[in-house]
């Protein structure tokens, strides 16, 4: 059984057991959290949501907080002598989903 949900304005695809890094969010790590999927499949069968599916839940667990890999931002304009160098790191949390209920 899948099922996609929707945090941080993104899509993801999860399944029973999975690990993903999603934008951050509030919580303690060990807690629970729980989603409304957008779409819920078991092989043939697929229920979409208009734009949830009603009487359906995903829970998962927060596994870590943490922060991505630097991104380095550099603007250059030639011949003006301008050049700015700045870096990003972006904050996730990692989440293990726990069940998937109809």
Known sequence: MYAVIRTGGKQYRVAQGDAIRVEKLEGDVGS????????????????????????????????????????IVFKLRRRKNYRRKIGHRQDYTQIRVKSIEV
Request: charged share 25%; hydrophobic share 40%.
């Open 32 to 71: 629970t959290i729980s989603f409304e999927p957008l779409l819920v499949g078991e092989g043939e069968t697929v229920k979409i949501g208009q734009p949830l599916v009603t009487g359906a839940k995903v829970e998962a667990e927060i596994v870590a907080h943490g922060r991505g890999k630097k991104v």
